[in-house]
């Protein structure tokens, strides 16, 4: 099986099982979701309330909807919350790499990456932060991440942050004329 950086012949409506690990390969997150579609920024999935999220030690299912950004440049990917969400977070960054997409079968596709610890966040009471540095520094060391690696990351990280704290497009909120706003709309048409 081939891991490519795009999607391929994805079709609105197909599955989408994001698989993240870490650096060290061990299993992170497994979120599924359905494809929305494709922007200038990049492929869009709906991840449904109530869908079954888990990683080692930790599972539950979705109070509520949210879309999923895998850019088409960058070494991150997007979850956007609207006002549904019960939790403070609106938009969650994940600073991540090697992303790759698997077909399994027509209709069913595995997108992968590795977390690689920070995240930018917007949240509805501490505004924009960016969280899990200290992860990052003791990762950096316990999983021997590249010098390269991690001042790339930084470099990613902080332009993240000005971007989401400027709500520069796609990160631009979550309201009616945001860029999440229809893809939004098409998950739960």
Known sequence: MS???EPGALQPGDLVVARNRKWNGKAHWVVPG???GEDIHGWWIF???GEFCSRPGAAFY???DAVLLVPRTGEFVATFYDDT???DFRIYVDLATKHGWNTIRPGVTEFHMIDMDLDVIRSVTHGVFVDDEDEFDEHRVDMGYPAETVESMREECAALFEAV???TA???GIGANSTCAEWF???RA
Do not use: E, M
């Open 170 to 172: 796609p990160f631009d």
């Open 185 to 187: 709309r098409k998950g």
């Open 62 to 64: 979705t109070a509520s």
């Open 165 to 167: 704290r400027l709500k």
């Open 85 to 87: 969400y019960p939790g």
């Open 34 to 36: 359905r494809y929305l």
């Open 3 to 5: 891991t490519h950086r």
């Open 47 to 49: 991840q449904g309330a």
